[in-house]
């Protein structure tokens, strides 16, 4: 598993599994910024997931790699709306 996918995985806090979540692919480029968001799951509410997905294009994450090189894919991402 590549460093990018386990800290996304931690982005969730803690007990969030019993909370309702939007769940969003997130484009990274190379560097790590945000390039595209689309919403995969609703958590039922519009406004919570628009709000998921406006939060989420704000974000920074760490550099991608794959072996020697960068690299730009994309990751899915459980954000907790309650």
């Keep these: 598993m590549a460093l990018i996918d386990k800290l996304l995985a931690r982005?969730?806090?803690?007990g969030a599994s019993q909370k309702r979540k939007t769940?969003?692919?997130v484009l990274l480029d190379d560097a790590g910024?945000?390039?595209d968001v689309v919403l995969k799951m609703s958590c039922g509410d519009p406004a919570k997931d628009a709000h998921a997905l406006d939060e989420v294009r704000k974000m920074r994450f760490a550099r991608g790699q794959?072996?020697?090189g960068t690299v730009r894919r994309w990751h899915e991402l459980a954000y907790a709306v309650d």
Excluded: C, E, K, M
Excluded at 11 to 14: K, L, R
């Design 23 to 25: 769940i969003v692919r």
């Design 66 to 68: 794959l072996g020697s």
């Design 33 to 35: 910024h945000v390039q």
């Design 11 to 14: 982005s969730a806090p803690p």
